[in-house]
């Protein structure tokens, strides 16, 4: 159908209200005064540039998508710090092993295995807070020492993997960690009544750590014998070399930590006889 002047004109009154995109119309004064002779360009009006226009916030379907965005991450957020507190057999203990080993995997290859044996000794601590619970559950409870046994595999596993200057470097805190371990096994078995390590899982876990033993009493034996010691803590420490070449690791660890410090209390402490006073008067 053939328009007349008076339509065509309204038309062309209509297109007035069109305005072009503001990011084109940028882009468009930017390329005409760059090709401009130097000189008669003038200064360009600096407008911000987007990257996305500012109405695509106002559509629905993206502020929609962004809100659950920020809804999922508070909320995952949120249920990970909620988490840190959840025991074995918990609906949120999945996410809190999930946090504990994403942290492992940004641990220095040297540090792993003491970073093993304090996720151990987190496993066993989770164990207490159950053996403590006054409406104790034996299916957490069973739980918690499958996680506990499991863990001190992979430390065992990581204390064998560590190289030599490794063995020397940590030998100390392996050492008193492992103590610190069997202080936390013993208390829980005698509140439950039941092992928690099974003699392969024990042997398995000595002879892992023997070199860190060995490593560090010879250290400790070391600074004993360049030590002023009495004849009690020499008799002693001749007794925990011998156990050492024995290969009698823990009797020997016993002397060294044990008996040779608290003989030094007992020479200091032990109050004189009637007889030793009149002898120095």
Known sequence: ?????????????????????????????????????EGM??????????WISFNLFAK?????????????SITASASFAVAQNALPGDLLYPLKKVSQNVKMVFVPEQEKAIAQLELAAARFDDLSKITLQE??????LAASIVEAQKTLAVASKA????SSEDKQRIARQVVGQLESLKIQQEAIEQTIKTDIVNDVQKSDLAESAAAYYKLYLD?????????SLTEAQAVLLLEAKDLLAEGEVEDALNIVINEIPNQA?????????????NQNQ
């Open 60 to 72: 629905p379907a993206f502020s929609l998508a962004v809100s659950v965005f920020a809804f999922v």
């Open 41 to 50: 360009a003038a200064e360009p009006v600096k407008r911000p540039l987007s």
């Open 1 to 37: 159908m053939k328009m007349t002047d008076e339509q065509i004109i309204e038309k062309l009154e209509q297109l007035e209200c069109i305005k072009p995109n503001a990011d084109w119309a940028v882009l468009t004064e930017q390329r005409i005064l760059a090709s401009l002779p």
């Open 135 to 140: 409406k104790n559950q034996g299916q957490k």
């Open 219 to 227: 250290n400790e034996i070391e600074k004993l014998e360049n030590s």
């Open 265 to 277: 209390k007992n020479a200091t402490t032990t109050p004189k006889t009637e007889g030793e006073a």
């Open 159 to 162: 204390l064998k993997e560590a």
